[in-house]
């Protein structure tokens, strides 16, 4: 299913069906990282619509390098599924989800990670290390060009 950008309105019931840590690694955290140290959260993150569940999922994938080094200390996948109760067909019939649909997927599975990153880094040296503010408009833009690309395969 493509995305689309349109003024059209469309009563869209969703709710979140499941979030699940399909993934988690830390390693042990070098004693001289420091509070102030460059620390890159790489990540990528894969959408799709399912017609046969009339739901929308996404799988995020960080992994939490040290710039300095490259040495990766920890990594994550988060897998959430949102379960869409009206508006799937129309969506279909106007050519596909209203990108603010997806941004909103894409922010509440960023914002969810970054939750459990800081729960999970608790009591460790990457306690004060937080996944970063994104703008999810860029990676809509990534994930249409993605889409894009596949179709012209």
Do not use: W
Not at 6 to 23: L, N, P, R
């Amino acid at each position: 299913m493509q995305t689309h950008h349109t003024e059209d309105q469309v009563q869209i019931k969703i709710k979140i069906d499941k979030i699940h840590v399909s993934q988690f690694s830390q390693r042990d955290t070098p004693n001289d990282i420091s509070e102030d140290e460059d620390i890159n959260f790489n990540h990528n993150i894969n959408f799709r619509a399912s017609d046969l569940t009339q739901s929308i999922d996404t799988q995020l994938n960080v992994t939490v390098v040290r710039a300095k080094s490259n040495q990766e200390l920890a990594s994550i996948s988060v897998n959430s599924s949102f379960k869409l109760f009206e508006g799937f067909e129309k969506m279909k019939e106007l050519g596909g989800i209203p990108s603010g649909l997806i941004l909103l997927t894409i922010n509440l599975t960023y914002s969810t990670t970054r939750g459990i990153l800081l729960e999970r880094f608790a009591g460790t040296k990457l306690q004060s290390f937080y996944l970063p503010i994104i703008n999810p408009t860029e990676i809509l833009q990534q994930i249409e060009k993605s889409i894009k690309d596949s179709s012209n395969k």
